[in-house]
């Protein structure tokens, strides 16, 4: 299960951030291509595609109802991603690793965190949701986490949100939780702060 689809817009320079993207179920490889360059200036953009089709829609892992997960799947599809995005690193000497998810792309990310929590130097996970409790991993130790979410998400109970944003905290990540006013949309506001999350991320010649 290779990841075969994907966008990269090369950064900077050799030693830009990598920056990995995850669309959200419905999504592609172009939803956020362009959206990379503008949160974090200079960095190489990399976006795979999701290759589960759910009712034509693409994800990245399947799942049998809404926020029910095949554990299986998701496991398998985390360590193809992680193989993924280790390839994509050796082809540079990228200074930090970011990624970022919406909803199934953060659900895949957060996954590859607790699995792997070497991989990434910080992400943003944009309205996720984990349905069960990850095993514990000080790996995560100082790593960045920002969570954005919607107060009235019909899909993400703020529950889990809280449930999430503890879980990393209680590794040792340094994280942040922000929220909107509204639902499982992205929202103006939390573009804003995510961007002013990863500037430190930037090259300084961006």
Not at 8 to 29: M, R, S, W
Not at 115 to 125: K, Q, T
């Amino acid at each position: 299960m290779a990841i075969e689809h994907y966008r990269d817009a090369p950064g900077a320079g050799a030693e830009a951030p990598l920056f990995v993207l995850f669309h959200g179920t419905g999504g592609d490889e172009n939803q956020f291509f362009a959206l990379g360059s503008q949160l974090l200036p200079g960095a190489r953009v990399v976006t795979p595609r999701g290759d589960v089709s759910e009712s034509g829609a693409l994800r990245f892992f399947r799942r049998t109802g809404e926020g029910v997960y095949d554990m299986d799947d998701l496991w398998a599809r985390v360590a193809d991603m992680a193989a993924f995005i280790e390839a994509r690193r050796a082809e540079s000497q990228p200074s930090k690793l970011v990624g970022l998810g919406y909803s199934n792309g953060a659900n895949i990310l957060a996954a590859l965190q607790f699995v792997r929590p070497d991989l990434f130097d910080a992400s943003v996970l944009m309205h996720p949701l984990i349905p069960f409790a990850p095993e514990p991993n000080p790996g995560l130790a100082g790593r960045q986490v920002l969570l954005t979410a919607g107060r009235r998400d019909p899909m993400v109970p703020a529950g889990a949100t809280e449930a999430l944003e503890q879980y990393f905290a209680g590794q040792g990540a340094q994280t942040r939780l922000f929220w909107h006013e509204g639902g499982h949309e992205l929202r103006q506001e939390e573009l804003l702060e995510a961007r002013d999350f990863l500037s430190p991320f930037a090259p300084r010649e961006a």
